[in-house]
T-cell receptor, first 111, second 115 residues
Framework: GESVGLHLPTLSVQEGDNSIINCAYSNSASDYFIWYKQESGKGPQFIIDIRSNMDKRQGQRVTVLLNKTVKHLSLQIAATQPGDSAVYFCAENIRGGKLIFGQGTELSVKP | NAGVMQNPRHLVRRRGQEARLRCSPMKGHSHVYWYRQLPEEGLKFMVYLQKENIIDESGMPKERFSAEFPKEGPSILRIQQVVRGDSAAYFC?????????????FGPGTRLTVL
């Protein structure tokens, strides 16, 4: 039969709350990870990255955590704002080649 | 400093026609990647090119699709004899090509609609 399109997981938060978006990656050889934000009709926008020799990296209002044991990434956004509403993708990379993207999570911020 | 540029932003083709998508990388970037995104899905890798070389085309369909990145000018993704299933957003990314861990900067995408 015909395949049905997938619906993205959705996270709904109140403005000012903290958001946590999770991602499982597939390849234990991946050595570089990036979180991208994608707004409707636009290309992915870089948020933060982390190398495999680190387990935490902080940016402005964002923190990425990497757990290589269970191949898990998370993105924490502090004091979430309406402008943060978008789809968030994690991506893994091996030695500078192609990016492998996760499914994505839609973040909806309620004012 | 201009970012990655793609044109056209929207492209409509009838079944059987050819589609040409162009990508100009960021200034100083010599590596280009093409990705395809279907609605409600993540981006899927298609091809990775350096100037005049295809580095990795493991994500390219075997037929009808081709890509190039000439010494001069933009990278071109070419789809021959388009079918409805080719309708998607096609994104180009570029990176500086120095070092092994490098961020990829994305363009705004070309949205292809096949009638």
């Amino acid at each position: 039969g015909e395949s049905v399109g997938l619906h993205l997981p959705t996270l709904s938060v109140q403005e000012g709350d903290n958001s946590i978006i999770n991602c499982a990656y597939s390849n234990s050889a991946s050595d570089y990870f990036i979180w991208y934000k994608q707004e409707s009709g636009k290309g992915p926008q870089f948020i933060i990255d982390i190398r495999s020799n680190m387990d935490k990296r902080q940016g402005q209002r964002v923190t990425v955590l990497l757990n290589k044991t269970v191949k898990h990434l998370s993105l924490q956004i502090a004091a979430t704002q309406p402008g943060d509403s978008a789809v968030y993708f994690c991506a893994e990379n091996i030695r500078g080649g192609k990016l492998i993207f996760g499914q994505g999570t839609e973040l909806s911020v309620k004012p | 400093n201009a970012g990655v540029m793609q044109n056209p932003r929207h492209l409509v083709r009838r079944r059987g026609q050819e589609a040409r998508l162009r990508c100009s990388p960021m200034k100083g970037h010599s590596h280009v990647y093409w990705y395809r995104q279907l609605p409600e899905e993540g981006l899927k890798f298609m091809v990775y090119l350096q100037k005049e070389n295809i580095i990795d085309e493991s994500g390219m369909p075997k037929e009808r699709f081709s890509a190039e990145f000439p010494k001069e000018g933009p990278s071109i993704l070419r789809i021959q004899q388009v079918v409805r299933g080719d309708s998607a957003a096609y994104f180009c990314a570029s990176s500086p090509g120095q070092g092994t861990l490098k961020e990829q900067f994305f363009g705004p995408g070309t949205r292809l609609t096949v009638l």
